[in-house]
């Protein structure tokens, strides 16, 4: 049976490897891997043992058609022969093997290559691009010393000492850090700090892998400038360390990089927690933000095809780890499609099994989460850019992989009279899917953080911007409506009130004087000396009002008793203190602006947790009434600057300036106690069930107007 449309094109051919070629055996059995390396070019290609079965019998007199024969009967479970026209033009490719017919062999896999060509500019990424420089190979000779010495296990063991010391500082500062990291994020001279800091330190990881590659007996034959996303860095081919013998070689190579930018990063930090507020602990927090940040989410990463994907493969002994993974997903699909058994194979350990089944579906979910993130934050800097990138990951991750679908559905050749119903078997259920997801109502919430507060009437405010002259009740006194507690003194009212008289007086005696001569005028000099009068009351009414006094009665609680001295300046509307009079508090709510809209809609339930006790939810109740959005918080405990999720400027001081809109509203909580006051909660708001698509959609709407358009503030509502 002939499953290929070329196999009448290759099963003539009789080939051999070159004589440059040769061939290292890596584990046993089923799990066995074979290396084909030229030692000529440095070329080289990894086979399985299924693919070796058949490829080490080339010898240059039978034919791939004999040989397939002769395979099957010999009792032996013959590849398909799509596989070995795949091995023959992969093996082509490396320039690893020789024909009787070459130039057929050629004409064979001119088509595919034409393909595979198509499909390397498919992937060509404009922020993602290489520039060969040449051989390093006489630098690196001259650097042997420096890789034997950094390989010393006495000092391996250093710098894991270095990488724990340098964590647990981490975790020790981590408010600190992570509030100063905040701050310095928006700066940008924190963003060209980062592009200084990275080119040097992946300069520093690419030598690590170089020195590692020499270390283990083999050669760099290329050294380069690559570009990610602008930010250029250097790169080294360490390929050759996929012809080492040993998986933990092989794996060395791939975690020098690694090892490397941890050992930084941990230096970073501890720079950081030692040194004094300035230029140089800045770059210390960027070199641990960089070197930590590019380990953890990328070079450590097995999802992404660097350092840690390879270092997975190697201790797995599962070479080409994505590549297999897909194909294992597609061989399965396509089995179950066609109805037919899947091929034999070595059947893999239990934890290859895992990685193969596993790899593929994480590493899709993982690059569609760092698309939108990425889409998200360059929503910030220019929307057309934004709008780019988006449409080249919605290329790359959804719309080609589903064009190569309908590609093979309507050109695959083992397909036959099933076409239609395999068509409609694969897209009938996806379509179903879909469907429910999109329209199907789900549980929709908006859940934002808050601070226990207290009713407005139970706060001390300051009437005026003044100065403190009298602190006239203690902290934790009983006191009753009415009473006196603080005294204030305010010289520039007073200036601007006997301005104001001033003026007044002199109008008076202007209207006096031209009564008579000129009446116009002086009715004119009447009704200004009439609006300085008001202004005056008004003036006086506010050094009257000086006197702060409780609002109830209860037991008063100045928030910072040591700080109420004589002399102190305060603002209009500071909170000073709260008269606690036995009810319970609020939840004070900062709700993002983008998520307005979703309250507006409607409300159903409303749930206050503690942070200390996410599990005992507590009924609240809100009125419904929206006010305008601003950008200014509450307290400080809301903001990044003081440990919670809305973003703040970093230039302002009291951490309350936010970077985009919020809506500050009260939630009434019967069931809070007094002593939760000031302490952090999240507010859930049960918006009631609805479909996934609408939600979709507003969720585009919101992304487009709020960070692609001008930020408007929402109008109060109930």
């Given at each position: ?250 794996a060395a190579v791939a975690l020098a990089g690694i090892a490397i930018e941890l050992v930084l990063a941990a230096l970073g930090v501890l720079a950081w927690s030692v040194l004094q507020p300035g230029p140089v602990r800045d770059l210390a927090l960027t070199l641990a933000l960089v070197g930590a940040g590019s380990t953890l989410l990328a070079n450590a990463n097995p999802l992404v095809r660097m350092d840690g994907y390879h270092v997975l493969a190697d201790l797995l002994d599962l070479p080409n780890l994505a590549s297999r993974s897909r194909s294992a997903w597609l061989e399965a699909l396509r089995s179950a499609l066609l109805r037919q058994p899947r091929p034999q194979r070595a059947r893999p350990g239990r934890a290859q099994r895992l990685a193969l089944a596993l790899h593929a579906p994480l590493a899709w979910l993982f690059g569609v989460g760092v698309a939108v993130s990425v889409v998200l934050w360059l929503a910030h800097v220019s929307a057309l850019l934004a709008l780019l990138v988006a449409a080249l990951s919605g290329w790359t991750l959804l719309l080609r992989p589903l064009l190569q679908l309908m590609r093979w559905l309507a050109g ?307």
């Amino acid at each position: 049976m002939i499953d290929s449309p070329l196999w009448h094109r290759v099963a003539d051919l009789v080939p051999r490897l070159r004589p440059t070629v040769r061939v290292r055996h890596r584990g046993e059995g089923e799990a066995a891997r074979h290396l084909l390396a030229d030692t000529l070019t440095g070329r080289h290609h990894l086979l399985d043992e299924a693919a070796w079965a058949f490829v080490g019998r080339f010898d240059g007199r039978r034919s791939i058609g004999e040989l397939w024969q002769w395979l099957g009967e010999n009792g032996r479970q013959p590849p398909t022969q799509h596989e070995i026209v795949e091995w023959l033009s992969r093996l082509d490719a490396a320039g690893l093997l020789q024909c009787d017919r070459l130039p057929d062999l050629a004409g064979l896999l001119r088509g595919q290559e034409r393909e595979e060509r198509r499909h390397r500019q498919a992937r060509i990424n404009p922020l993602s691009w290489r520039l060969p420089l040449g051989d390093p190979g006489r630098w690196l000779v001259r650097l042997d010393p420096l890789g034997r010495l950094l390989a010393h296990p006495l000092l391996l063991l250093a710098a894991l000492l270095l990488v724990l010391l340098g964590a647990a500082q981490a975790l020790l500062e981590g408010p600190a850090l992570l509030a100063d990291v905040r701050q310095r994020l928006a700066s940008p001279v924190f963003l060209a700090s980062v592009w200084a800091v990275y080119p040097l330190m992946k300069a520093l990881h690419e030598l690590g892998h170089a020195l590692a590659v020499r270390h283990f007996g083999a050669e760099v034959r290329h050294v380069g400038i690559a570009v990610i996303y602008l930010l250029p860095a250097p790169y080294v081919d360490a390929s050759a360390a996929s012809g080492l013998a040993r998986r933990r070689e092989r794996a060395a190579v791939a975690l020098a990089g690694i090892a490397i930018e941890l050992v930084l990063a941990a230096l970073g930090v501890l720079a950081w927690s030692v040194l004094q507020p300035g230029p140089v602990r800045d770059l210390a927090l960027t070199l641990a933000l960089v070197g930590a940040g590019s380990t953890l989410l990328a070079n450590a990463n097995p999802l992404v095809r660097m350092d840690g994907y390879h270092v997975l493969a190697d201790l797995l002994d599962l070479p080409n780890l994505a590549s297999r993974s897909r194909s294992a997903w597609l061989e399965a699909l396509r089995s179950a499609l066609l109805r037919q058994p899947r091929p034999q194979r070595a059947r893999p350990g239990r934890a290859q099994r895992l990685a193969l089944a596993l790899h593929a579906p994480l590493a899709w979910l993982f690059g569609v989460g760092v698309a939108v993130s990425v889409v998200l934050w360059l929503a910030h800097v220019s929307a057309l850019l934004a709008l780019l990138v988006a449409a080249l990951s919605g290329w790359t991750l959804l719309l080609r992989p589903l064009l190569q679908l309908m590609r093979w559905l309507a050109g695959a050749p083992e397909l036959g009279g099933r076409r239609l119903r395999v068509a409609l078997q694969l897209l009938l259920p996806g379509a179903t899917l879909l469907a429910v997801l999109l329209w199907l109502p789900l549980p929709h919430a908006t859940v934002a953080e808050a601070v226990a507060w207290m009713p407005e009437e139970a706060l001390v405010r300051a009437p005026a911007d003044g100065e403190i002259v009298a602190v006239q009740a203690a902290d934790r006194q009983r006191v009753e409506s009415g009473a006196p507690l603080l005294r204030l003194h305010s010289p520039a009212l007073q200036v601007e009130r006997a301005e104001v008289h001033a003026q007044r007086i002199a109008l008076e005696i202007e209207a006096l004087q031209q009564q008579i001569r000129h009446p116009a005028g002086a009715a004119r000099a009447e009704a200004r000396a009439q609006a300085l009068q008001q202004q005056e009351d008004e003036l006086s009414r506010r050094l009257a009002q000086l006197d702060s006094a409780s609002r109830r009665a209860g037991q008063l609680r100045w928030i910072a008793p040591e700080r109420l001295v004589a002399g102190r300046i305060v603002s209009r509307g500071e909170v000073l203190g709260h008269v606690l009079a036995g009810d319970r508090l609020i939840a004070r709510v900062a709700v993002p602006g983008e998520r307005v809209a979703d309250l507006m809609r409607g409300v159903q339930v409303v749930e206050v947790l503690a942070l200390e006790a996410p599990a005992r939810p507590q009924a609240g109740r809100w009125d419904g009434v929206l006010p305008q959005t601003a950008l200014r918080l509450p307290v400080r405990a809301l903001g990044s600057s003081g440990g919670g999720a809305i973003e703040v400027d970093p230039a302002d001081a009291e951490g309350l300036r936010t970077l985009a809109p919020v809506a500050v509203i009260d939630v009434e909580v019967p069931a809070l106690a007094a002593d939760r006051l000031g302490g952090r909660l999240k507010v859930r708001f049960d918006h009631g069930p609805r479909p996934l698509g609408g939600r979709l959609l507003e969720a585009l709407q919101r992304l487009v107007l709020g960070r692609f358009g001008e930020a408007v503030d929402v109008p109060a509502g109930g």
